[in-house]
């Protein structure tokens, strides 16, 4: 099998089982998060039944009730009757992929101990596997969406390596500022009610430069129609984005280094590597006689090798 088909495969296997992790941690933040948030619901519930029997409301207790449900709030947990749960297959899963992007928007966070510890493991594995990944695949992507479009730009339009390299950083900042930024907030406030273009730029741009500060998360609002594929397809932006990104900078980090920038700051330079690479020595058959190889694999006579004690001293 060719190296460049076996390299596709095993990028694929690895993407595969990125996605294998993926699922696998949402099962368990749902099979952990799922009855501490029942239980959170149900004193919620009591809690309300109580005050609103009250007979009459003082300070205190309209004090005491607030701090139960803004503290359930901060869980992501509503007092409202029809408030979504925060875990079911969906929502663990973009909670999972938040976790091992990094992005982490902090609107809901594990009520267990056990998913607390479980988060810690998951994502010390996890983070380091996402950016294997996002490396492995930027690495693929570098050549037809870096080198070679630098390359033909020398080639066509006979352009000096520096001027060709600002000219592909630019087109290359534009495509990714235009599909990763401009269009996704575009899409995000039509669906988003209450997302002005603004607010979803915002979080488009947050969201990739993994800030995720959490006031705006996409899929929040009561009765929205298609939640999990929403939910599913925000993840696979926020991974196709990273990814663009992480693209970008290495776009940038090649310009840096036809421009001089690393050399001067003594950084290591981007340097192009083929994905095929051929053995160091080649051999070419068509060039030896069978005469040839015969006196090339000829062990050498005794005698017409130099002794010590021919040397002249």
Known sequence: ??????????????????????????????????PAEAALKSDLSSLKAEF?????????????????????????????????????????????????????????TPLSDEGKAFSIVYAVIGVPFTMLVLTACVQRLMHPLTYGPISMCQRRAGLQPRTASVVHFIVLLFLVVLGFFVLPALAFSAIEETWSFLDAFYFCF???????????????????????????????????????????????????????WTAFLQLPSCEEEDEDKGPIIEREPDDLSPEAEKASIKPLDPSSQVSYNSINR
């Open 1 to 34: 099998m060719p190296t460049a088909f076996r390299s596709c495969y095993v990028l694929g296997g690895v993407i595969l089982a990125y996605f294998v992790y993926l699922l696998l941690g949402a099962l368990a933040f749902s099979a952990f998060e799922q």
């Open 52 to 108: 609103l029997n009250l007979s009459c409301i003082n300070a205190t207790a309209l004090e005491f009730f607030l701090e139960k449900v803004l503290r359930a709030n901060k869980y992501g947990v509503s007092v409202l009757e029809n408030a979504r749960t925060n875990w079911d297959w969906a929502s663990s899963l973009f909670f999972a992929n938040t976790i091992v992007t990094t992005v982490g928007y902090g609107y809901t």
């Open 206 to 260: 947050l969201s990739l430069c993994t800030i995720g500060l959490g006031d705006f998360v996409p899929a929040e609002k009561p009765g929205q129609r298609l939640r999990a594929l929403y939910k599913i397809s925000v993840m696979v932006y926020l991974f196709v984005g990273l990814m663009a990104m992480f693209l970008v900078l290495r776009a940038f980090h090649k310009l840096a280094d036809v421009h001089g």
